[in-house]
Protein backbone atom coordinates (compact mmCIF):
# COMPACT_ATOMS: atom_id res chain seq x y z
CA UNK A 1 0.00 0.00 0.00
CA UNK A 2 1.42 3.42 -0.96
CA UNK A 3 1.79 6.48 1.51
CA UNK A 4 -1.10 7.91 -0.42
CA UNK A 5 -3.32 5.40 -0.57
CA UNK A 6 -3.20 4.67 2.99
CA UNK A 7 -4.11 8.46 3.63
CA UNK A 8 -6.77 8.30 2.14
CA UNK A 9 -7.96 5.53 4.40
CA UNK A 10 -10.42 7.11 6.33
CA UNK A 11 -12.31 7.97 3.36
CA UNK A 12 -12.98 4.54 2.48
CA UNK A 13 -14.61 3.99 6.33
CA UNK A 14 -16.64 6.98 5.75
CA UNK A 15 -18.41 5.83 2.44
CA UNK A 16 -21.76 4.99 2.41
CA UNK A 17 -22.48 1.06 1.80
CA UNK A 18 -22.92 -0.30 -1.58
CA UNK A 19 -26.75 -1.54 -2.28
CA UNK A 20 -25.90 -4.12 -4.20
CA UNK A 21 -23.50 -5.63 -6.23
CA UNK A 22 -24.02 -7.70 -9.32
CA UNK A 23 -23.89 -11.16 -9.49
CA UNK A 24 -20.91 -10.79 -11.84
CA UNK A 25 -19.41 -7.68 -9.30
CA UNK A 26 -19.63 -9.92 -6.44
CA UNK A 27 -17.31 -12.54 -7.94
CA UNK A 28 -14.02 -10.17 -7.43
CA UNK A 29 -11.67 -11.06 -5.20
CA UNK A 30 -11.83 -9.46 -1.40
CA UNK A 31 -8.54 -7.89 -1.09
CA UNK A 32 -9.67 -5.79 -4.10
CA UNK A 33 -12.49 -4.87 -1.86
CA UNK A 34 -10.29 -3.72 0.52
CA UNK A 35 -7.77 -1.35 -1.43
CA UNK A 36 -8.43 2.17 -0.39
CA UNK A 37 -8.55 4.67 -3.15
CA UNK A 38 -5.21 6.35 -4.70
CA UNK A 39 -5.33 9.92 -4.31
CA UNK A 40 -6.05 11.74 -7.28
CA UNK A 41 -2.97 13.38 -8.83
CA UNK A 42 -2.28 9.37 -8.65
CA UNK A 43 -5.22 8.26 -10.50
CA UNK A 44 -5.52 7.22 -14.14
CA UNK A 45 -8.98 7.95 -14.65
CA UNK A 46 -11.67 9.73 -13.88
CA UNK A 47 -15.72 9.44 -15.06
CA UNK A 48 -18.50 11.14 -17.50
CA UNK A 49 -21.81 11.57 -16.49
CA UNK A 50 -21.35 11.75 -13.11
CA UNK A 51 -21.98 15.80 -11.82
CA UNK A 52 -22.99 18.98 -13.81
CA UNK A 53 -25.09 20.92 -14.60
CA UNK A 54 -27.55 19.43 -16.06
CA UNK A 55 -27.94 17.23 -13.21
CA UNK A 56 -30.47 19.87 -11.20
CA UNK A 57 -33.65 18.12 -11.36
CA UNK A 58 -36.37 17.71 -13.22
CA UNK A 59 -38.30 20.81 -12.27
CA UNK A 60 -35.66 23.37 -12.65
CA UNK A 61 -34.57 21.68 -16.19
CA UNK A 62 -38.23 21.76 -16.90
CA UNK A 63 -37.68 25.99 -16.00
CA UNK A 64 -34.75 26.12 -17.71
CA UNK A 65 -36.08 24.32 -20.80
CA UNK A 66 -39.52 26.30 -21.29
CA UNK A 67 -38.76 29.92 -19.91
CA UNK A 68 -34.55 30.19 -19.83
CA UNK A 69 -31.13 30.13 -17.66
CA UNK A 70 -31.93 33.34 -16.42
CA UNK A 71 -35.59 32.90 -15.46
CA UNK A 72 -34.05 29.20 -13.67
CA UNK A 73 -31.75 31.72 -11.57
CA UNK A 74 -34.62 33.91 -10.65
CA UNK A 75 -37.03 31.00 -9.78
CA UNK A 76 -36.17 30.99 -5.83
CA UNK A 77 -37.93 27.63 -5.92
CA UNK A 78 -36.28 25.88 -8.90
CA UNK A 79 -32.72 27.16 -7.45
CA UNK A 80 -33.07 26.05 -4.24
CA UNK A 81 -34.56 22.33 -5.45
CA UNK A 82 -31.55 22.34 -8.08
CA UNK A 83 -28.62 23.14 -5.33
CA UNK A 84 -29.93 20.05 -3.55
CA UNK A 85 -30.59 17.89 -6.20
CA UNK A 86 -26.31 18.63 -6.54
CA UNK A 87 -25.46 18.36 -3.35
CA UNK A 88 -26.88 14.70 -2.95
CA UNK A 89 -25.99 13.65 -6.23
CA UNK A 90 -22.41 14.80 -4.91
CA UNK A 91 -22.52 13.21 -1.51
CA UNK A 92 -24.18 9.75 -2.52
CA UNK A 93 -23.25 9.34 -6.17
CA UNK A 94 -19.03 10.50 -6.75
CA UNK A 95 -17.66 8.71 -3.64
CA UNK A 96 -18.19 5.46 -4.66
CA UNK A 97 -16.41 6.06 -7.80
CA UNK A 98 -13.75 7.98 -5.87
CA UNK A 99 -13.49 4.73 -4.08
CA UNK A 100 -13.01 3.03 -7.29
CA UNK A 101 -10.08 5.21 -8.07
CA UNK A 102 -12.43 7.43 -10.51
CA UNK A 103 -11.81 10.41 -8.83
CA UNK A 104 -11.86 13.49 -11.78
CA UNK A 105 -15.05 13.98 -13.22
CA UNK A 106 -15.31 15.78 -16.60
CA UNK A 107 -18.29 16.27 -19.00
CA UNK A 108 -19.06 17.79 -21.89
CA UNK A 109 -21.03 20.65 -19.97
CA UNK A 110 -19.45 20.97 -17.29
CA UNK A 111 -18.87 25.59 -18.23
CA UNK A 112 -21.63 26.12 -20.10
CA UNK A 113 -21.63 29.66 -21.16
CA UNK A 114 -25.33 30.57 -21.35
CA UNK A 115 -25.63 28.98 -18.24
CA UNK A 116 -23.36 30.67 -16.24
CA UNK A 117 -23.58 34.18 -18.04
CA UNK A 118 -27.40 34.64 -18.40
CA UNK A 119 -27.46 37.94 -20.75
CA UNK A 120 -24.46 40.15 -21.25
CA UNK A 121 -22.49 40.79 -17.69
CA UNK A 122 -25.20 39.12 -15.72
CA UNK A 123 -23.20 36.30 -14.08
CA UNK A 124 -24.89 33.60 -12.19
CA UNK A 125 -23.00 30.97 -10.52
CA UNK A 126 -24.86 29.25 -8.50
CA UNK A 127 -25.29 25.90 -10.03
CA UNK A 128 -21.42 25.25 -10.94
CA UNK A 129 -20.35 26.66 -7.51
CA UNK A 130 -22.65 23.56 -6.30
CA UNK A 131 -20.99 21.55 -8.48
CA UNK A 132 -17.77 22.55 -7.59
CA UNK A 133 -18.50 22.31 -3.91
CA UNK A 134 -19.94 18.84 -4.03
CA UNK A 135 -16.63 17.26 -5.81
CA UNK A 136 -14.21 18.76 -3.32
CA UNK A 137 -16.51 17.63 -0.46
CA UNK A 138 -16.01 14.24 -1.95
CA UNK A 139 -12.31 14.65 -2.48
CA UNK A 140 -12.83 14.59 -6.27
CA UNK A 141 -11.06 16.53 -8.93
CA UNK A 142 -13.04 19.22 -11.55
CA UNK A 143 -12.18 19.38 -15.22
CA UNK A 144 -13.49 22.39 -16.85
CA UNK A 145 -15.24 21.91 -20.29
CA UNK A 146 -16.06 25.11 -21.56
CA UNK A 147 -18.43 25.29 -24.18
CA UNK A 148 -18.79 28.96 -26.38
CA UNK A 149 -22.42 29.40 -26.92
CA UNK A 150 -24.86 31.80 -25.23
CA UNK A 151 -27.87 32.17 -26.55
CA UNK A 152 -28.22 35.86 -25.69
CA UNK A 153 -25.07 36.30 -27.56
CA UNK A 154 -26.50 34.96 -30.37
CA UNK A 155 -29.80 36.65 -30.50
CA UNK A 156 -27.37 40.32 -30.12
CA UNK A 157 -25.58 39.05 -33.11
CA UNK A 158 -28.92 38.57 -35.11
CA UNK A 159 -28.53 35.17 -35.48
CA UNK A 160 -32.38 33.54 -35.65
CA UNK A 161 -33.61 30.47 -34.19
CA UNK A 162 -31.79 27.03 -35.80
CA UNK A 163 -33.59 25.24 -38.37
CA UNK A 164 -30.73 22.60 -38.43
CA UNK A 165 -31.94 18.82 -37.79
CA UNK A 166 -28.74 18.21 -36.10
CA UNK A 167 -28.62 21.30 -33.90
CA UNK A 168 -32.26 20.82 -32.64
CA UNK A 169 -31.11 17.19 -31.66
CA UNK A 170 -28.53 18.65 -29.65
CA UNK A 171 -30.85 21.00 -27.82
CA UNK A 172 -33.17 18.63 -26.56
CA UNK A 173 -29.76 16.55 -25.26
CA UNK A 174 -26.39 17.82 -24.51
CA UNK A 175 -27.15 22.35 -24.47
CA UNK A 176 -30.38 22.19 -22.48
CA UNK A 177 -29.39 25.79 -21.28
CA UNK A 178 -29.91 27.00 -25.19
CA UNK A 179 -33.33 25.00 -25.30
CA UNK A 180 -35.00 28.24 -24.64
CA UNK A 181 -33.61 30.48 -27.21
CA UNK A 182 -33.44 27.69 -29.88
CA UNK A 183 -29.77 29.27 -31.08
CA UNK A 184 -26.53 27.08 -31.20
CA UNK A 185 -24.14 28.52 -33.46
CA UNK A 186 -20.12 29.38 -31.93
CA UNK A 187 -19.76 32.59 -30.31
CA UNK A 188 -20.31 35.67 -32.44
CA UNK A 189 -17.98 38.08 -30.68
CA UNK A 190 -14.58 36.96 -28.94
CA UNK A 191 -14.41 39.56 -26.47
CA UNK A 192 -17.71 38.38 -25.43
CA UNK A 193 -16.43 34.85 -24.86
CA UNK A 194 -13.18 35.89 -23.09
CA UNK A 195 -15.39 38.55 -20.92
CA UNK A 196 -17.66 35.07 -19.68
CA UNK A 197 -14.02 33.04 -19.82
CA UNK A 198 -12.06 35.57 -17.47
CA UNK A 199 -14.57 35.49 -15.14
CA UNK A 200 -15.09 31.98 -14.69
CA UNK A 201 -11.06 30.85 -14.59
CA UNK A 202 -10.81 33.79 -12.28
CA UNK A 203 -13.83 32.29 -9.53
CA UNK A 204 -12.51 29.13 -9.58
CA UNK A 205 -8.44 29.33 -9.52
CA UNK A 206 -8.23 29.08 -6.23
CA UNK A 207 -5.42 32.23 -5.76
CA UNK A 208 -7.57 34.23 -3.51
CA UNK A 209 -8.89 37.00 -6.05
CA UNK A 210 -12.64 36.89 -6.75
CA UNK A 211 -12.67 32.87 -5.71
CA UNK A 212 -15.91 30.93 -5.34
CA UNK A 213 -16.73 31.22 -1.51
CA UNK A 214 -15.44 28.43 0.36
CA UNK A 215 -13.26 27.20 -2.33
CA UNK A 216 -10.37 24.38 -1.81
CA UNK A 217 -9.86 22.65 -4.58
CA UNK A 218 -9.31 24.54 -7.43
CA UNK A 219 -9.85 23.54 -11.18
CA UNK A 220 -7.07 23.48 -12.87
CA UNK A 221 -7.48 21.83 -16.10
CA UNK A 222 -9.67 23.60 -18.57
CA UNK A 223 -10.83 22.46 -22.15
CA UNK A 224 -11.93 24.02 -24.69
CA UNK A 225 -14.69 23.12 -26.80
CA UNK A 226 -15.53 19.09 -27.47
CA UNK A 227 -14.96 17.54 -30.80
CA UNK A 228 -14.06 20.56 -32.43
CA UNK A 229 -13.64 18.96 -35.95
CA UNK A 230 -17.35 18.29 -35.91
CA UNK A 231 -19.49 20.28 -38.53
CA UNK A 232 -23.09 22.08 -38.04
CA UNK A 233 -23.61 23.69 -35.15
CA UNK A 234 -21.14 26.19 -34.20
CA UNK A 235 -18.39 23.42 -34.71
CA UNK A 236 -15.17 23.85 -36.58
CA UNK A 237 -14.53 21.04 -39.90
CA UNK A 238 -13.62 23.34 -42.63
CA UNK A 239 -12.44 26.45 -40.19
CA UNK A 240 -9.18 25.37 -38.50
CA UNK A 241 -7.96 28.83 -38.25
CA UNK A 242 -10.93 30.21 -36.74
CA UNK A 243 -10.37 27.34 -33.81
CA UNK A 244 -6.80 27.99 -33.13
CA UNK A 245 -7.88 31.76 -32.70
CA UNK A 246 -10.25 30.07 -30.04
CA UNK A 247 -7.45 28.03 -28.48
CA UNK A 248 -4.85 30.63 -28.25
CA UNK A 249 -7.23 33.63 -26.66
CA UNK A 250 -8.37 30.73 -24.46
CA UNK A 251 -4.51 29.68 -23.27
CA UNK A 252 -3.43 33.12 -22.99
CA UNK A 253 -6.40 34.17 -20.82
CA UNK A 254 -6.26 30.96 -18.88
CA UNK A 255 -2.35 31.34 -18.02
CA UNK A 256 -2.98 35.00 -17.34
CA UNK A 257 -5.05 34.59 -14.63
CA UNK A 258 -3.89 31.10 -13.21
CA UNK A 259 0.02 29.90 -14.31
CA UNK A 260 -0.02 26.82 -13.04
CA UNK A 261 -3.47 25.83 -15.01
CA UNK A 262 -3.26 23.24 -18.27
CA UNK A 263 -5.05 23.88 -21.19
CA UNK A 264 -6.51 21.19 -23.13
CA UNK A 265 -7.94 21.02 -26.90
CA UNK A 266 -11.64 19.96 -27.69
CA UNK A 267 -11.03 16.40 -27.55
CA UNK A 268 -10.64 14.85 -30.88
CA UNK A 269 -13.10 12.68 -31.93
CA UNK A 270 -12.56 12.53 -35.78
CA UNK A 271 -11.07 8.94 -36.47
CA UNK A 272 -7.25 9.57 -37.01
CA UNK A 273 -6.23 6.40 -38.26
CA UNK A 274 -8.26 7.28 -41.39
CA UNK A 275 -6.39 9.99 -42.03
CA UNK A 276 -5.32 8.89 -45.50
CA UNK A 277 -9.06 8.25 -46.56
CA UNK A 278 -9.22 11.85 -46.70
CA UNK A 279 -13.30 11.75 -45.18
CA UNK A 280 -14.58 14.55 -44.32
CA UNK A 281 -13.06 16.27 -40.60
CA UNK A 282 -9.94 13.35 -40.92
CA UNK A 283 -7.34 16.36 -41.53
CA UNK A 284 -8.56 19.25 -39.03
CA UNK A 285 -5.70 18.40 -36.37
CA UNK A 286 -3.26 18.06 -39.43
CA UNK A 287 -4.74 21.76 -40.76
CA UNK A 288 -4.74 23.30 -36.97
CA UNK A 289 -1.06 21.75 -36.45
CA UNK A 290 0.36 23.21 -39.14
CA UNK A 291 -0.90 26.57 -38.56
CA UNK A 292 1.01 26.74 -35.39
CA UNK A 293 -1.89 25.55 -33.02
CA UNK A 294 0.13 23.03 -31.06
CA UNK A 295 1.49 25.50 -29.12
CA UNK A 296 -1.77 26.64 -27.25
CA UNK A 297 -2.31 22.83 -25.96
CA UNK A 298 -0.31 21.64 -22.92
CA UNK A 299 -2.66 18.12 -22.69
CA UNK A 300 -3.39 16.75 -25.78
CA UNK A 301 -7.27 15.24 -25.50
CA UNK A 302 -8.56 12.22 -27.69
CA UNK A 303 -11.84 10.39 -27.82
CA UNK A 304 -11.96 6.68 -28.05
CA UNK A 305 -15.85 6.19 -28.42
CA UNK A 306 -15.79 2.72 -30.24
CA UNK A 307 -15.53 0.66 -27.79
CA UNK A 308 -19.78 1.00 -27.96
CA UNK A 309 -19.67 0.74 -31.64
CA UNK A 310 -20.78 -3.03 -33.12
CA UNK A 311 -17.46 -4.02 -33.49
CA UNK A 312 -16.67 -2.78 -29.82
CA UNK A 313 -13.38 -1.00 -31.08
CA UNK A 314 -9.61 -1.96 -32.23
CA UNK A 315 -6.73 -1.66 -29.93
CA UNK A 316 -4.90 -0.98 -33.53
CA UNK A 317 -7.36 1.78 -33.46
CA UNK A 318 -6.74 3.28 -30.44
CA UNK A 319 -3.36 3.00 -30.09
CA UNK A 320 -3.17 5.33 -33.88
CA UNK A 321 -5.49 7.51 -32.05
CA UNK A 322 -3.02 8.16 -29.94
CA UNK A 323 0.19 8.21 -31.60
CA UNK A 324 -0.91 10.45 -34.61
CA UNK A 325 -2.19 13.26 -31.86
CA UNK A 326 0.87 13.33 -30.35
CA UNK A 327 2.90 13.41 -33.58
CA UNK A 328 0.66 16.32 -34.38
CA UNK A 329 -0.08 18.07 -31.02
CA UNK A 330 3.64 17.27 -29.17
CA UNK A 331 5.09 13.85 -28.61
CA UNK A 332 6.53 15.00 -24.88
CA UNK A 333 2.77 15.93 -23.98
CA UNK A 334 0.52 14.54 -21.68
CA UNK A 335 -2.83 12.46 -23.16
CA UNK A 336 -6.26 12.51 -21.64
CA UNK A 337 -8.51 10.13 -23.40
CA UNK A 338 -11.68 12.27 -22.31
CA UNK A 339 -14.32 10.20 -23.81
CA UNK A 340 -13.96 6.58 -23.57
CA UNK A 341 -15.56 3.20 -22.80
CA UNK A 342 -18.01 0.94 -23.41
CA UNK A 343 -22.08 0.15 -22.85
CA UNK A 344 -23.13 -2.30 -20.38
CA UNK A 345 -26.59 -3.71 -21.55
CA UNK A 346 -28.38 -2.89 -24.80
CA UNK A 347 -30.11 -0.04 -23.75
CA UNK A 348 -29.53 3.31 -25.72
CA UNK A 349 -27.97 4.15 -28.98
CA UNK A 350 -24.84 2.03 -28.60
CA UNK A 351 -23.85 -1.64 -29.06
CA UNK A 352 -23.59 -3.22 -25.22
CA UNK A 353 -21.38 -5.55 -23.54
CA UNK A 354 -21.84 -7.49 -20.84
CA UNK A 355 -20.02 -6.93 -17.63
CA UNK A 356 -17.51 -9.61 -17.92
CA UNK A 357 -17.18 -8.47 -21.44
CA UNK A 358 -16.78 -5.04 -20.45
CA UNK A 359 -13.75 -5.90 -17.71
CA UNK A 360 -11.74 -7.29 -19.99
CA UNK A 361 -12.01 -4.75 -22.40
CA UNK A 362 -11.09 -2.05 -20.32
CA UNK A 363 -8.24 -3.97 -19.18
CA UNK A 364 -7.31 -4.44 -23.36
CA UNK A 365 -7.69 -1.37 -23.98
CA UNK A 366 -6.92 0.43 -20.50
CA UNK A 367 -3.08 -1.46 -21.27
CA UNK A 368 -2.63 -0.44 -24.59
CA UNK A 369 -3.38 3.47 -23.60
CA UNK A 370 -1.29 3.48 -20.90
CA UNK A 371 1.88 1.75 -23.16
CA UNK A 372 1.09 4.27 -25.60
CA UNK A 373 1.41 7.13 -23.21
CA UNK A 374 -2.02 8.43 -21.72
CA UNK A 375 -2.06 8.89 -18.04
CA UNK A 376 -5.98 9.63 -17.78
CA UNK A 377 -8.79 8.15 -19.37
CA UNK A 378 -12.47 9.36 -18.76
CA UNK A 379 -14.53 5.90 -19.16
CA UNK A 380 -18.14 6.65 -18.55
CA UNK A 381 -19.84 6.63 -14.78
CA UNK A 382 -22.28 4.27 -15.84
CA UNK A 383 -20.46 1.31 -16.26
CA UNK A 384 -19.20 1.19 -13.00
CA UNK A 385 -21.90 1.88 -10.25
CA UNK A 386 -25.58 4.18 -10.72
CA UNK A 387 -26.92 6.55 -8.43
CA UNK A 388 -28.91 4.22 -6.40
CA UNK A 389 -25.58 2.17 -5.65
CA UNK A 390 -25.65 -1.00 -7.64
CA UNK A 391 -22.02 -2.00 -8.88
CA UNK A 392 -20.68 -3.58 -11.99
CA UNK A 393 -17.46 -5.83 -12.41
CA UNK A 394 -15.68 -2.40 -13.90
CA UNK A 395 -16.18 -0.77 -10.58
CA UNK A 396 -13.63 -3.66 -9.48
CA UNK A 397 -11.33 -4.13 -12.49
CA UNK A 398 -10.73 -0.14 -12.18
CA UNK A 399 -9.21 -1.01 -8.85
CA UNK A 400 -7.41 -3.90 -10.39
CA UNK A 401 -5.48 -2.03 -12.74
CA UNK A 402 -4.98 0.87 -10.39
CA UNK A 403 -3.63 -1.89 -8.37
CA UNK A 404 -1.32 -4.04 -10.61
CA UNK A 405 -0.30 -1.03 -12.97
CA UNK A 406 -0.41 2.34 -11.25
CA UNK A 407 2.95 3.86 -10.48
CA UNK A 408 4.28 2.02 -13.47
CA UNK A 409 7.95 3.68 -14.57
CA UNK A 410 8.37 2.10 -17.92
CA UNK A 411 6.26 0.37 -20.79
CA UNK A 412 6.82 -1.63 -23.78
CA UNK A 413 4.31 -3.71 -26.46
CA UNK A 414 5.78 -6.78 -27.18
CA UNK A 415 3.62 -7.70 -29.72
CA UNK A 416 -0.05 -7.73 -30.27
CA UNK A 417 -1.95 -8.69 -26.88
CA UNK A 418 1.35 -8.43 -24.92
CA UNK A 419 2.62 -5.30 -22.61
CA UNK A 420 4.97 -5.48 -19.98
CA UNK A 421 5.17 -2.49 -17.66
CA UNK A 422 7.61 -1.69 -15.00
CA UNK A 423 5.98 -1.74 -11.52
CA UNK A 424 8.56 -0.86 -8.71
CA UNK A 425 11.52 -2.24 -9.99
CA UNK A 426 8.88 -5.59 -10.85
CA UNK A 427 8.05 -6.30 -14.67
CA UNK A 428 4.21 -6.85 -14.98
CA UNK A 429 2.77 -8.51 -17.97
CA UNK A 430 -0.77 -7.73 -19.41
CA UNK A 431 -1.38 -10.38 -22.06
CA UNK A 432 -4.47 -11.81 -23.71
CA UNK A 433 -2.75 -13.45 -26.62
CA UNK A 434 -0.45 -15.49 -26.28
CA UNK A 435 2.85 -15.33 -23.65
CA UNK A 436 6.38 -13.98 -24.67
CA UNK A 437 9.35 -16.17 -24.77
CA UNK A 438 11.21 -14.25 -21.83
CA UNK A 439 7.99 -15.22 -19.60
CA UNK A 440 9.22 -18.58 -18.19
CA UNK A 441 9.13 -20.43 -14.66
CA UNK A 442 6.92 -20.12 -12.21
CA UNK A 443 4.81 -17.17 -12.49
CA UNK A 444 1.66 -15.28 -10.61
CA UNK A 445 -1.26 -14.99 -12.93
CA UNK A 446 -3.97 -12.28 -11.95
CA UNK A 447 -7.29 -12.82 -13.58
CA UNK A 448 -9.71 -9.87 -14.41
CA UNK A 449 -12.31 -11.17 -10.58
CA UNK A 450 -8.45 -10.62 -8.81
CA UNK A 451 -7.98 -14.42 -8.35
CA UNK A 452 -4.31 -14.71 -7.88
CA UNK A 453 -2.58 -18.23 -8.96
CA UNK A 454 0.76 -19.65 -8.96
CA UNK A 455 1.45 -22.01 -11.87
CA UNK A 456 4.29 -22.69 -14.63
CA UNK A 457 4.33 -20.08 -17.07
CA UNK A 458 3.46 -22.94 -19.57
CA UNK A 459 -0.15 -23.40 -18.47
CA UNK A 460 -0.83 -19.86 -19.27
CA UNK A 461 -3.99 -19.49 -21.37
CA UNK A 462 -4.74 -16.13 -22.16
CA UNK A 463 -7.77 -14.70 -23.87
CA UNK A 464 -9.65 -11.50 -24.52
CA UNK A 465 -11.98 -12.98 -22.96
CA UNK A 466 -9.60 -13.47 -20.09
CA UNK A 467 -6.65 -11.24 -19.97
CA UNK A 468 -4.39 -12.06 -17.26
CA UNK A 469 -1.54 -9.47 -15.26
CA UNK A 470 1.29 -11.67 -15.02
CA UNK A 471 4.42 -11.69 -12.55
CA UNK A 472 7.34 -13.23 -12.55
CA UNK A 473 8.25 -15.18 -9.13
CA UNK A 474 12.13 -15.00 -7.76
CA UNK A 475 13.71 -18.29 -8.05
CA UNK A 476 13.50 -20.18 -5.44
CA UNK A 477 16.62 -20.37 -3.38
CA UNK A 478 18.14 -23.65 -2.52
CA UNK A 479 18.34 -24.94 0.80
CA UNK A 480 22.58 -24.79 1.78
CA UNK A 481 23.64 -28.45 2.96
Not at 197 to 214: F, Q, T
Not at 255 to 280: F, M, T, Y
Not at 313 to 322: L, V
Request: aromatic share 12%.
Amino acid sequence: MTPKRLALLLLVFALPLRAADTTEAAKAAAWLRSIPPLAPDDAHFGALGAINTAFVGAAALDVIHTKGPAAFYNDSAALASARQMLAQRGSSYLPPLIASDLPWFRDVQNVPWGMLEVSRGTFRHEALDAVITAVQNAGGRYVGTVMPYAGWELIAAGYGPTTDEQCQRLLNEDFFYLTFDRRMDRYKDLAEYSAFLADIVERYDGDGINDMPGLTTPVLFWQIHNEPEGDHCGLFRNDAAAFMTLMKTSYELIHQSCPNCKVLNGGAGIPLWRESDNLPGTTFWRDYAALGGAQYIDVIAIHYNDGKSAGFGSIDNFETQIRRARELLGPTKPVWVTEYGVQLGTAGNFAGMTEAQAGAWFIRFDAAGLAGGVSRFFPDAASFTTPDGRTYLPYYVNRLVEAELGGFSAATKIASGQYKFTVRGSDVYVLWSGVPSTVKGNVTATDMYGNQTSMNASALAPSEANPLFVRVEPPRRRASR
